[in-house]
Every structure is written in C-alpha cells, then in structure tokens.
Nanobody, 115 residues
Framework: QVQLVESGGGLVQAGGSLRLSCAAS????????MGWYRQAPGKQRELVAT???????NYADSVKGRFTISRDNAKNSVYLQMNSLKPEDTAVYYC?????????WGQGTQVTGSS
C-alpha cells in the first residue's frame, strides 16, 4: 500500500524558517507531479507549490520568493523550504503526489507562524 509521510512542521516566529519533508513508500512504479497544499482554519485547501518529475516548479503567488519546493527522485521525496514565514502562512500543510497514476495525500503537518 502506498503512503505519504510528512515531517518538519512546528511553531516558528514571523520571519523564521521551516523545512517540510514528505516521503512516499510502498509499491511504487512511478511518481509524476508532487506538491504541497495547505488548509487554514475555516478556509479551503489551496495549492502552495508543485514540482513535476522533470523538475518544473509552480508556486502560489502568496509564497513566491519565500518558499522553495524540491524533490529527490531517488528517495521518492519532496521538500518545502519555507523562509520569511508570516502569520498568514499558518495552516495544516499536506503533501500530494501522483503515484502509479493515482493521487495520494499525506496526513498533514501543522505549521504555525507566530507574530
């Protein structure tokens, strides 16, 4: 069974940095796009950043210049480096990946930016 496991969330002061990690495991034949989404209380889940298997990246306007997504195909992993965090970045962050042609989600990790 395929699963995604995230780590690296936490509480950080405004202006600080965090790095999220997500590793896929199980019977994996192919991984296409990988990405990060977030959901703040009372809001819909929104895209943060995605990266294709070829390394093409896409970012939400709200995080451009502050967040960097990367992936390690050998480790079936995707990362999100978050710098200059703001209180409005507070949310549960979810890893997403298209594995063997189907989308999978991680369990989510809380990121809290304090003012």
């Amino acid at each position: 069974q395929v699963q995604l496991v995230e780590s690296g969330g936490g509480l950080v002061q405004a202006g600080g940095s965090l790095r999220l990690s997500c590793a896929a495991s199980g019977k994996i034949f192919s991984i296409n796009a990988m990405g990060w989404y977030r959901q703040a209380p009372g809001k819909q889940r929104e895209l943060v950043a995605t990266v294709t298997s070829g390394g093409r990246t896409n970012y939400a306007d709200s995080v451009k210049g502050r967040f960097t997504i990367s992936r390690d195909n050998a480790k079936n992993s995707v990362y999100l480096q978050m710098n200059s965090l703001k209180p409005e970045d507070t949310a549960v962050y979810y890893c997403n990946a298209v594995i063997n042609g189907s989308p999978y989600w991680g369990q989510g990790t809380q990121v809290t930016g304090s003012s």
